[in-house]
């Protein structure tokens, strides 16, 4: 039997998880404290039942919680459901400090039950072909990668542009390497409101001796989307603004030509465009998270890889305010 599901939260975001869980057949309730926007769900999906209070999805009627309300209720409400033994889908990060996520991890390990951050990129298919490339040996080594997600606008006054844009590149970028970083560095400022930077610049160092960066802005000209892998034999781009070319593989590498004495020189060869399907990210995540729900995969890794991505938000959020 399919597993029954319950969203809180139904501002912006929630109701695209709502339709999703709809169309793979498991909404059974949603939430919200909102009176307005309970009442316009409740017309849009009669069959779900509908609350004001988060506790009535706590009872045996659902098997899942999925929580897309404000970040700073995230920790609260996660721990409130994987006590009362709910499968929890939460969007990111789950938690604003590396404690309260491993009291999380701890808990849903304790419980067995699925604790999964809701990283939309891992699930874009573009990124999976970056993983596909990295994990086949591709690249080479990759020596570093770097993410670009810059914009003018939409300025944020409650939320800096590390948390509201650095967390979906951290989240990639940890995904890709498969490793913590031993070193997190951020710089920025805050421009237009006090205390929340409107430019961040991220620098992070990996135990294998590779390289990451990101460049986070609502202050800019371009309005990118883009994550760069170098790797010592190929590089790799991402491009989620480009619509036909959402990754390009380049084969451009350095290499010694053993008559001109060691000294470095460049290959430009073929530039690939691979075909990537066209599924709805957060389509495949909320069916990762069935599955998850269902037994399949790791479940307990999903969760420890959500605890490395708020660790390393910490401690880049720890040294920008340092
Ligand atoms: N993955 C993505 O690409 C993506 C995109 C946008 C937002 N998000 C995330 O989704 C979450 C929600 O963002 P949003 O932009 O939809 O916010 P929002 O403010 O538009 O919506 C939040 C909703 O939660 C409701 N709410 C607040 N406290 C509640 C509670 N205790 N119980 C039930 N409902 C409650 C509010 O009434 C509101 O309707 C955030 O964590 C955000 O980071 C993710």
Redesign the pocket.
């Known amino acids: 039997m399919s597993p029954k599901v319950g969203v809180?939260?139904?501002?912006?975001?929630?109701p695209n998880l709502a339709r999703n869980f709809e169309e793979l057949g498991t909404l059974a309730a949603l939430?919200?404290?909102?009176e307005e926007?309970r009442s316009t769900f409740a017309a849009r999906y009669p069959e779900a039942r509908v609350t004001?209070e988060?506790d009535d999805l706590l009872s045996d009627y659902l098997d899942a919680v999925v929580i897309?309300?404000?970040?700073t209720?995230?920790y609260d409400?996660t721990r409130r459901a994987l006590e009362a033994g709910k499968h929890v889908l939460v969007?990111?990060p789950p938690a604003m400090r590396a404690a309260e996520m491993d009291e999380l991890v701890a808990l849903a390990a304790d419980r067995d039950r699925v604790l999964m951050p809701?990283?939309?990129l891992l699930y874009h298919p573009g990124v999976q072909k970056l993983k596909e490339l990295i994990d086949a040996g591709e690249l080479g080594e990759v020596l570093c990668v770097y993410g670009n997600r810059q914009n003018l606008g939409i300025v944020r006054t409650n939320e800096n542009a590390l948390w509201s844009l650095g967390?979906?590149d951290l989240s990639v970028i940890l995904y890709l390497l498969d490793e913590e970083p031993e070193e997190a560095l951020a710089h920025g400022r805050d421009f237009l409101t006090e205390g929340v930077e409107d430019v961040v610049f991220c620098y992070l160092r990996f135990p294998s001796g590779k390289i990451a960066h990101m460049h986070l802005s609502w202050l800019d000209p371009h309005k990118m989307r883009r994550i760069t892998v170098v790797g010592r034999e190929k590089m790799v781009v991402f491009d989620d603004m480009d619509l036909e070319r959402k990754v390009t593989v380049y084969e451009k590498a350095p290499w010694k030509r053993a008559e001109t004495y060691g000294e470095w020189q460049t290959r430009s060869g073929d530039i690939f465009v691979p075909r990537i399907p066209t599924d709805e990210p957060?389509k495949l995540e909320c069916r990762h998270f069935l599955s998850l729900v269902a037994g399949e995969g790791d479940r307990a890794k999903v969760a420890r890889d959500g605890a490395m991505v708020v660790r390393a938000l910490e401690r880049l959020t720890d040294s920008l305010r340092g």
């Open positions: 809180a939260g139904l501002g912006y975001w929630g939430c919200d404290v909102s926007r004001g988060f897309a309300t404000p970040v209720t995230h409400l969007e990111k809701g990283h939309l967390v979906h957060l």
